[in-house]
């Protein structure tokens, strides 16, 4: 057994050299920043096909994706799940089964995190449990029961329920609970379980069976199965195509997960229960020795030759789980240094006509087009130093697509014809811009809300100027302001953040330009001879009341002692009653045929104080100057005006009940001096009752009187106020 304990190279990370093999411990692995995030032990890891993207799943749902530079990603719609048994990279597909889900992701663009696409499988009684494999556009993974299902992934994932290529149980196989399922490139399915290891076809033919359990330890290249058995102690090269162990070496330690490099040569496997990551080469049929230190439950070897691992460490906390990444040189075993040069050597060349191309290209729109960036793009080979060259190109454009912008954002200032929709490709922007980028687009940011802000400021005082120079009530004048057009158009213009702050501030300045001129509009002046309401004048009624006539009338005749005896009573015309009480007005039939004189002086005294009715004029009530209220009130006017002109019709009041209907003409007798004859309607309402009322007096009994409407058509200048006039019943026929 040998130990790769040699260290080389110290300030440069620990070094281990065996023979042709080097390995590096990395340290360029960024930190995660979830609090406590090693708490959860590592379940799986794989890599891409190309090696850019390593996949890590931790308990309790827990993922991690670094790139090929070991920089940190988010994996867009992670499942929700507490344990991850299974991670898939596949040229255009990545699959996970985080159970109960089986999740599939599209890579629309495999670098660019942003355009992946997923859908979860989780149909009834289909629970994924263990092993999951994607190869030629077919996917097989196991479900609860000891069945597998096959899925076309080139069909259409995003249906509700999703048709299986095929279905079949492994139950007759007895491999135990499934761990692993492998395709191979004969489209032969490998089955690792925990008591053997089955071979079937893609159709669910069973082909076989060997007594080996690997449990997660199987993997495979081509047709070719590498896989360790812990209770045999051995290690086993199987060829599936010609049924062939093509070499069986010792099993050292107890391995948990194992995975080969990438052209088949060196065997790696993961330690269940130590910091030991063990090292087969299989071209030579020997043990290497192992890595102390890494090495515990997993193990993944990229395409690049990179090798990712983890390890635990005991503290007063408990046990924590890291991830480490080893730098190797097995990537020289699958590209031999000539060819390594000359391919570095044609990155080089088309990056060179790369930057002279870029350098002429003046547009954004145009960047995207340069053929040598497209071609540089195309070399998908996992050389650090091609992706380094690749990725420096990738800067460089991003370099000169800032620069054409904010070349442009500027000119647009300089003429002042910059646009919210500016500002907004300025924050897309800075969202991705990193480092001295960030801060000239945050400076630039800070140049366009001055400028919006300040030309803002120019619209507003062009507004408050031209609203001086009109006076108005009517929003429709003040919108028709040319300022008021062109502050609108450029507050649409600006940004989103602006926007609403922009057009309260717009608004304001209307409305206390409107307050302002309804004030000054919407006020009452009592002149001597009428009242101004609004821009409405009515004048005021000065006019003579009417005067009554009195007659004499005799009621409750008696007959005593053979005389007939009568009462003498005095009654207005309007049907007021009076009893003289200085004399006697119990008077013989003879004296009634022939008055006594004080009769008549008692008449002529009557007439004298009573010769006018009541004056029903509202006193002076109380009331709120407010443009709203004085609108309505010359609103009112005009309406009468127009009344008084065509003499016809009604004004009608419409509200609900305590707006001030009431109130409104109440407040308009009173200023007017108009006598206000108020009638309540209610639908028991008698056309009798338009011209007459009935009254009870305790001596005189019922007797009939003029109804207010017949009162009020009496009195000049009158106000007839019907009241709840709609609850009236349907018209009378009136004479």
Known sequence: MKLLGKLIGKGEGVVYNLGELTLRLSDELSRDPEAKIEEYWIEEIDSSDNGYWTLVGRRYGVFQLYDWKGRLHRLPARPPSQSVTDIVFSGMYLGIVASPYLVIYYLNDPMDTSSWK?????????????????????????????????????????????????????????????????????????????????????????????????GKALTSNGDRVVLADNTLKRVFVYEANHDKVELELELLHEVSSLDISPDGRFLFTADASHNRLGVYDLHEGE????????????????????????????????????????????????????????ILKNTRRLYKDFMKKLKSVSEEEKLTTIKELSELSSIDVPLRQVREIIEEAKGKLKDRSYEIFVSRIREKLRSETVSGEDYSALEEKLRSAEGPWKERLSSLKEELLEYFRATLQKHLSGVISALGKISTTDIREIEALEEVKEARTFISKSPGELHGEATKELLRIIQEKRVEDRLRTFSIKLLEDRVMFGRESFPRFSGAFPRFSWRVKVEDKVLESGKVYGKLLFEREDGLVVEPKRYNNILSQEELRRFPPWVGRYLRHLRGLYSTGSIRVPQVVSYEETPWFVQNLEK??????????????????EGDAGVGKNFLVEVFSALTNRPLFIVPCNSRMEKEDITFLYEFDPKRGTRKVYSDIVKALQTPGAVIYLDEINTLPPLWDMP
């Not at 289909?126 to 097989?140: A, E, K, Q, S, Y």
């Not at 460490?313 to 190797?328: C, F, H, S, V």
Request: charged letters at 25%.
């Open 287 to 342: 043990f290497v020795g192992f890595v102390n230190g890494i090495g515990y439950s997993v193990v993944c070897v990229s395409p690049d030759g990179s090798v990712y691992t983890s390890r635990y460490e005991d503290t007063e906390e408990g046990r924590l789980y890291y991830l480490e990444k080893l730098e190797t040189n097995l990537i020289d075993f699958s590209y031999p240094p000539q060819r390594q040069k000359q």
């Open 636 to 653: 009112l006017t005009s309406l009468i005006k127009e009344q008084l002109e065509y003499e016809e019709g009604l004004v009608i009041l």
């Open 118 to 214: 997923s859908v979860r499988i989780s149909q009834e009684g289909l629970r994924p449990t263990g092993g999951l494999d994607i190869r030629n556009g077919t996917l097989v993974f196991g479900v609860v029961g000891e069945k597998i299902y096959t899925i076309d992934v080139a069909g259409d994932l995003s249906q509700e329920t999703v048709d299986f290529k095929s279905t079949f149980s492994y139950r007759e196989a007895g491999i135990g609970e499934l761990k692993v399922v492998r395709i191979l490139s004969s489209d032969r399915l490998v089955l690792g379980g925990t008591q053997g290891t089955a071979f079937y076809t893609a159709g669910g033919n069973f082909l076989g069976k060997r007594d080996w359990a690997p």
